[in-house]
């Protein structure tokens, strides 16, 4: 099977830490490596960010990376990338003719999906086309209110978007429940997670401990926008006189921003300055070493599309403290992985660390629950294998193919959106 990756601000190949590099550029290099040791030819397409990048680039074997110009040849935030749209569905309309013609194409993110769409609607026999939005603009516009940059066409657009597609893919229950509300067909609606890299994050390997006070460590890691919910572990560290934090994510070492003068201020107003560490930036490799070293991961953002890090941390033995929003309704199994806390709640974070810590055996318990989990669900061979079911029910040949195991598993009967 040939298939098109689009991910227009998302690529593979990015460096992660920066502003709009992260969880999306993951699960496309990821994805895109699994579906290529099936078997099939993967193109992932990106915008050129850098007047040197080639325009087709290797990335793994059989996944080429295509730059395409649209736009200046330079970073653009994703929220400013909208008007660059038209430029890059032309292109692609111009490169899948013929022989570069995929079987399938795959968008992730909603400008991609918005690119995608224009560039097969003048297709006279289009391929089947497929989204994985990763977040969706109402959720964004509900929590962060004035403070989301989206542009504001990014609702109508998304609520068009899931009609036009052939299928639709979330990446948890909870997505499912707001593209519903969005009017998207119950029969397009699939259900694949993301997934995690099970060679770096495991109970082995180096282990990395910075935490220099306190019996109980925790760690937040990722990045320190507000939506986050550091600052509800920073506030949990009142009740916890024992425990030390570490944050992971940021700026590097050295360098403060302004992200990190609103936490280090917190800290301070909070009279637990002494007991938060702000590490900076971290290499994945780091990463791994930190959240296996690490007594619980705290993760308690407003709101999360998905969420990565608990499936990280699950993967690498540490239980897990995790808000009970989006995937991490999914991931994370209370009592069994960790626990579940309501959003910007620290009392409520402080009275789960202390279950999960008292009992040194309650604790090794959940960590080993965690890797069993994460090793049957949310391996990339078994995201990967989903996602090629997906693919080919859009197919001609495909009328047979069975449905995905994790739709069965989560009970979404695609039939009625009351029992999706």
Known sequence: MRIAMVSEHASPLAVLGGEDAGGQNVHVAALSTELA?????????????????????????????????????????????????ADLALWLRREWTGERRPDVVHAHFWMSALATRDALRVHED???????????????????GAQDTSPPQRLGIERRLVHDLDAVIATCRDEVSELLDLGADPQRLHVVPCGVDLDRFAPQGSRRSPWTSGTTRLLCLGRLVERKGIETAIEALQQLPDAELVVAGGPPAGREDADVRRLRAHAARCGVGDRVNLLGAVSQDDAAALLRAADVVVAVPWYEPFGIVPLEAMASGTPVVASAVGGMLDTVEPGVTGEHVPPRDPAAVAQAVRRIVSRPDRLHRLGRAGV???????????????????????LPSSVDVREPALIRARGLDRTTPEEA
């Open 37 to 85: 040791r099936r078997g099939h030819e993967v193109t992932v397409y990106t915008r050129r960010d850098d007047p040197d990048l080639p325009e087709r680039q290797a990335f793994a074997p059989g996944v080429e990376v295509v730059h395409v110009p649209a736009g200046p040849a330079e970073t653009v935030p994703k929220d400013d990338l909208l008007p660059y749209m």
């Open 372 to 394: 069993d989990r994460v090793r049957r669900q949310f391996a990339w061979s078994h995201v990967a294998a989903e996602t090629e079911a997906v693919y080919a029910r859009l």
């Open 126 to 144: 289009p391929p089947p086309a497929a989204v994985t939005f990763h977040a969706l603009g109402v959720v964004k516009r509900r929590h962060q």
